[in-house]
């Protein structure tokens, strides 16, 4: 099929002889086409460079230059290379045909000229021609698609090798608490990655007047860390990238004394989000400066830098509450030796006091008189209970000053409560029932053994069964009970008679702290005992609770699954270590 003729197209007619170019004139006119005429070849060459015609129709036989000449130097033209030159030649003249389309003709046309055979071959190489373009056309379309998609791919490539290097620096820089190691991490491998001269790390000082080069990474130009900046002497720079924008900018870069070469420099600010007041310094790249960094570099560079801030503020909070630890175990060994000394201090006048009391009471057995005064015999019992106080004072001071040091010397062996406990209880029997209480104790029959210190937990129950009989009033019961389940023991020291509001439950344990208003006795207190209880506790490994309502008052301790021993029966194995009571009290013995 071949394409109408449009407006547009333009024949150029070379040929020397005039008659031949009227006829040819003629019929292309007829057909449609714009024509041009040429009577030689200098003339035809002048034409088409001028106008650059859609077809050429050129005569072989030429004075001066032949057609093929003519056309091979057309052909030479880029311009014009891509024109149809049909060659016209005489039935007589003997040509060399292959010669013709050797310098680029497409067709030939013999004379004279048939009008019909002249416009189809005229139209046959336009359609030709036209479709060679459409493919030329499709063809730059097709190249220019798949260099673009070849972009993306290598765009797509280089953002997961991007990702890829960002997940690997931070998984080399997130979890270290050494900020020399961040910042020598973070710019070696950002240098290597994107082979650039050099990477930097800039940080501020405190008052952000000075930015330092903390660390850096250089292929090939001078060292510059240590290096200090003035930041007042490059405002613009450095006011952008405090207000956290990321800038690119060509720097001039000292080579040496008398030598400088200009880089592409990139600069990103280090900051932790939006929310954080401030930057902590900035990251700079430089690169030659025919190059510059493109978005993709410029993305991977402000990742970097977020990472870095994140674990450059984690470095520093560690190296403060490092700090912060050291001056605390510093005051804790100051506060420990003051206690340790005054409670020294304190002992020693003590123990002559009490030698004093001592031989001032075997002195008044001998002084009938002075004995028979009730006056003189109140004064001295104050004298004694104060002496006595002061005494449980200084001693739960040092216990308090070496629990650490005891839980390296704690002995741990195994002991049947059914026989240890009642020796325990033995000697508050007198005491309870001086002041009318009543000591009950309620062992399960099958407990197994229990694996402790003994000596803390000799301690630990003494310590609740002397509070409870401070606080427990007339005619009420003290309790201690022993259950168990498969996974805990459970030792109870409760009381009757007494509730301890909700708000002082949370400050029985403090140091010191005694509750008010509920000790009938009035024997007072050093406020230490329940808090060595509960240190004592921990050291087992165990946990005390505290219960307070419906007038009774009790302390649980559970002892946790590895402290049990299961065996049907110590007495059948002589392994283990059992604190046995030749004569041991029994329950009812213990009611009074």
Known sequence: MYREPLESDVILVVDDSPSDLQVLETALEKGGFSVVTAENGEKAVQIAESIHPNLILMDVILDVINGFEICRHLKANPSLQEIPVIFLTNLSETINKAEGFEVGGVDYLSKP?????????????????????????????????????????????????????VEDISEKIRDSLDEEQILQTATAELGKVLGINRCQIELYNLDQTQATIAYEYSN?????????????????LYQQLQEKMSLQFTEKISLSSSQHSPQTCLACPIFESQEVVGTIGNLRLLKPCHEIFEDLEVQLVQQVATQCAITIRQARLYQAAQKQVQELKKLNRIKDEFLKTISHELRTPMSSIKLATQTLEKFLEEESALQKSSTFSKVLDIFRQACKRHNQLVDDLISLCYLEAKAETMVFEW????????????????????????????????????????SILERIVRELLDNACKYTPVGEQITVSVQATDEIISLKVSNSGIEIPPDEQQRVFDQFYRIPHHDPWQHSGTGLGLTLVQKL????????????????????????????????????????????QSNPVCPAQCQR
């Open 220 to 236: 090939g130009l001078p060292k510059c860390q240590g290096m200090i900046r003035e930041l007042n002497d490059f405002p613009e």
């Open 415 to 454: 002991l049947d409560l059914n026989t240890w406990l009642p020796e325990i209880v033995q000697p508050f029997l007198e005491r309870v029932s001086t002041q009318n209480q009543q000591l009950n104790l309620d062992i399960s029959p099958e407990l197994p053994l229990l694996k402790s210190d003994i």
């Open 537 to 580: 506790v921990e050291l087992l490994d165990a946990s005390i609770e505290l219960e307070s309502s419906a007038n009774l008052t009790q302390f649980l301790i559970k002892f946790p699954q590895e402290r049990l021993e299961t065996a049907p029966s110590y007495y059948s194995n002589s392994s283990y270590i059992v604190h046995r």
């Open 113 to 165: 000229i048939d009008e019909n055979e002249l416009l189809a071959r005229v139209r046959t190489h336009l359609t030709v021609q036209q479709m060679q373009q459409h493919l030329a056309i499709q063809n730059r379309t097709l190249q220019q698609e798949i260099k673009s998609r070849h972009r993306v791919e290598h765009q797509l490539e280089q953002a997961l090798n991007f990702q890829a290097v």
